[in-house]
């Protein structure tokens, strides 16, 4: 989506390129609250088993707890239960591959921060 020329949809890619050297959860929370705070909209990819990822729970409530807007793509071919914030929030959800839906959900998502 960033290098679709026809696209007007601007996005920092906050994700970690690297595993963070460190075992120590204060560490690693810190360093992933930093990448938090840069964005406005947190995408969470959304597949088989993300909802009992070690750390997705800790990653959307420091979101929402900072005011960030929340949504999800589910990625091509997952049938996956969504994270528990996500559904609670009702968050929107888009399908990987249906452009306009991803865009879609990253506004609305947008427009809900609080």
Known sequence: MARAPNLEIDFYGGSLREEIGSVRGSYIKQQIRS???RNSVIVCLTRNGTA???WVDWEL????ALGKGICGIRLK???GRAPELLRDMNAPIATWGDVQDCISVIECAAARRC
Request: no cysteine; proline share 0%; net charge positive.
């Open 35 to 37: 990448i938090i705070q």
């Open 61 to 64: 409530d420091t979101a929402f």
């Open 52 to 54: 009992w990822r070690k």
């Open 77 to 79: 071919g997952s049938r």
